[in-house]
């Protein structure tokens, strides 16, 4: 079976310096994969370059059977309709003067999906499965008026609306506070499972990105050193960046 998102030998640079170098990596349909790393490791260029806000230097990234640094420009959107990015900070990535309402159902727009009511039911929806209820209560509200885990749970919900097959959330719970932290982490999980989406969730956390996701890949200096299942690695880690991050996490 082919994976959901193949990436091989995927190279990005920025004014010819290499952000990330020879990036193989794969995504089943319904998998959780985490991409660990220190800052600067490449992995938000990695996300970045999925979702197509930077362009390859060099490789390949095939989503669902289609091949996105080939498909022509205007339907480079379409080929990414099953996808969604999920930000660190949601306060900056939510639309600012949308209500929560039309802030949820705004990819349904983008997408051309559904008319006025069909959209406020699946924003609803989707409010609901993020656990902000009533959902109703929630519509007409602005973001600024939300604490930080209940925006990073409109993002969230914003991001299922469409029922997408591949979730890409890069540091989503990094401006939020520790118990927070988890709370968000098992969401994800969470909708990972009843939505039956496939998960890439990039921290900086090992031990959070042991206990969202089955798979871990570490990266350091733009490139992957490190693949495997998130028990072996955290118990067993191969590379010396790895076991430093272990070390880290265990205040060895
Ligand atoms: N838009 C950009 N322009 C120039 N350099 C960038 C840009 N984005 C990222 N970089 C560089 O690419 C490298 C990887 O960055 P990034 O993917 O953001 O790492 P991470 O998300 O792991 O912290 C870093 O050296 C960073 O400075
Ligand atoms: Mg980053």
């Known amino acids: 079976m082919s994976a959901l998102l193949d990436i091989a030998s995927l190279s990005v640079a920025f004014d010819g310096k290499p952000a990330i170098t020879d990036v193989t990596l794969q995504v089943a349909a319904g998998d959780s994969v985490a991409l660990v790393g220190g800052s600067g490791a490449g992995k938000s260029t990695v996300a970045r370059a999925v979702a ?16 996105l640094t080939a498909v022509p420009q205007r339907r480079r959107g379409a080929a990414r309709k099953g996808m969604h990015l999920v930000f660190q900070d949601p ?15 705004e ?3 983008i997408h051309r999906i559904g008319d006025r009511d069909s959209r406020r039911r699946a924003a609803v929806a989707a409010l609901e499965s993020v656990h902000l209820r009533p959902a109703e209560s929630f519509l007409q509200r602005y973001p600024h008026e939300l604490s930080g885990g209940q925006r990073q749970r409109v993002a969230f919900a914003r ?7 591949l979730l890409l959330a890069d540091e989503p719970t990094s401006g939020l506070d520790a118990s927070l932290r988890l709370e968000i982490v098992d969401l994800m999980s969470e909708l990972a499972v009843s939505e039956n989406m496939a998960v890439v969730h990039i921290t ?3 031990a959070l ?24 690695v ?11 991050l272990v070390g880290a996490v265990s205040g060895v």
């Open 204 to 206: 900086h956390d090992l």
């Open 91 to 105: 306060y900056a990535s939510l639309p600012p003067t949308l209500r929560v309402g039309d802030v949820v159902a």
């Open 52 to 67: 197509g806000l930077v362009t390859p230097t060099a490789g390949r990234i095939v989503f669902d059977g289609v091949d």
């Open 234 to 244: 955290l118990a067993d880690p191969a590379h010396e960046y790895t076991a430093a």
């Open 159 to 165: 991001a299922l609306v469409t029922r997408p097959k």
């Open 107 to 109: 990819p349904m727009v």
């Open 209 to 232: 990105a042991a206990r969202s996701c089955r798979d871990i890949v570490v990266m350091q200096g733009g490139r992957i050193v490190e693949t495997g299942r998130a028990d072996t």
